[in-house]
Every structure is written in C-alpha cells, then in structure tokens.
C-alpha cells in the first residue's frame, strides 16, 4: 500500500507497515501529539513534518530499521519546537536533501543506530535553545556541510559514531556542550569546531583530518581525554 500524508495531527497516529511507503507530499505538522513509525516502513519526503510539543518514536530494528528517502527536497526532513524524540535504527537515502533534523526550544533527542552514506549536503542535524541531544551508533560519511550544529545552551552526548569526509564534523559555540567519546572522526576538514563551550572528548580518534580539534575563542572550558 501506499499513504500519502499531509496536514495537521492533532491525536496520536501509527504508521503501520502495511501503509509504507509513506509519501509526505505536502507539508505535515503534529501539534500536541505523539507520531509512531514502525519497524520496517519507509518514509519518502518531499516537504517536511513539523513537531510543535510533540513526541516522535521511531522503532526501527536491526533487521528492518526504518527507511528514510530525500525525494527532491532541500528543507529538513524533520523539525520540532519542544519535540520529544526517541529513534532507533534509521536508514537515509537519497542525495538531494540537505538537512535531516532541527530541534530547539527545549527539545530532547535520542537517535540509536542511524546510517547515511553519500546522503547530501548542508546541515545534517541542528539543534539549539536548551536542546539535549544523546547520539549513539552514528554513521555519517560524505556529506558536503556541517554534520551536528548546536547552540544557544543546548548539549551533545556522541558514542561510538563515525563521522567520515565530512566537511565540519561537530560546531558548536554560544554556551553549549558536548562530550564525545569512543568515536572516529576521519579526513574532515575539520572535525571538531569549539567556540564558548564546554568540550569532553574521551577515547576519539582523529585520523587524516585537515583540522582535528578547533578552538577559535579563549574562554571555552575544553578538555581532551585519552584521545
């Protein structure tokens, strides 16, 4: 079956297996709700979905993660104001999108397991404005911009990930955080940016790259950790 999707949201929905794929043909936003997507459904966007205090569960497995597809657009796939995300085993394809998640305001991401390879270029993810994000099991490689943005007294916990020919892997400045640990950054251009911030990095290896670690300011609080 095929769903096509667009609008508003207001009560909890389940995207199921037997709807995939779904087609986000018109810009979608869930206000005040909760969004479930299966094990095994695939996404195709052409607009975004919008969260406004909303919960997303992506519920992904190894053997069927959830897929997501950029069809011809250049806006983030998602993007949330107060969203709750909690997402496990994610594929992206396609390499005409050029952002995948933008949170703020008090948001709280939990991404486990997300792939993309040859995906696209601009802003993979940003988040700011008390933003937490906890990432694990992260693959990115060949992508033409930032990999993880975060601002505004947000925070970035990354474990175990791989960020491979990226062109800045990890910026981060006005009053945010991040502590990284048993990653791998690989020919980026630069992978680690640091401006006003506070930075643990514990067990990271940093191979290749033209720029490992850039701290453009001298009241950051960095401290590099068996590195």
């Known amino acids: 079956a ?7 949201y207001v009560k909890p929905t389940i995207w199921t297996k037997a709807g995939s794929p779904y087609i986000i043909k018109n810009s979608t936003t869930f206000l005040n709700t909760s969004l479930r997507i299966d094990a095994g459904v695939e996404v195709r966007f052409e607009k975004d979905i919008f969260f406004r205090n ?21 806006s983030y796939f998602l993007a949330g104001e107060g969203l709750t995300m909690n ?5 992206l394809q396609g390499k005409e999108n050029s952002h995948f998640l933008n949170a703020w305001k008090g948001s709280a991401v939990s991404i486990e397991d997300i792939k993309a390879d040859d995906f696209g270029s601009g802003t993979f993810i940003s988040v700011f404005d ?3 994000l906890h990432i694990a099991d992260m693959k990115l490689t060949d992508w033409n ?4 943005e975060l601002y505004a007294s947000s925070s970035l916990f990354l474990k175990n990930s791989d960020m491979i020919h990226v062109d800045r892997g990890v910026y981060v400045f006005l009053e945010s955080s991040i502590d990284i640990q048993d990653s791998l950054f690989e020919a980026n251009t630069k992978a680690i940016q640091i401006q006003t911030s ?3 990095i514990r067990k990271t290896d940093f ?6 670690i850039l701290q453009d300011v001298d009241d950051g609080a960095f401290r590099l950790i068996d590195a």
Request: proline share 2%; glycine share 10%; no cysteine.
């Open 2 to 8: 095929e769903t096509i999707v667009g609008g508003l």
């Open 54 to 74: 909303s919960s997303l569960f992506i519920t992904g497995t190894v053997s069927k993660p959830v897929t997501f597809v950029a069809n011809n657009t250049s």
């Open 87 to 91: 997402a496990r085993h994610l594929k």
């Open 130 to 132: 008390n933003t937490d």
């Open 145 to 148: 911009g930032k990999g993880i």
């Open 198 to 200: 506070d930075a643990v």
């Open 207 to 212: 191979e290749q790259n033209q720029y490992a």
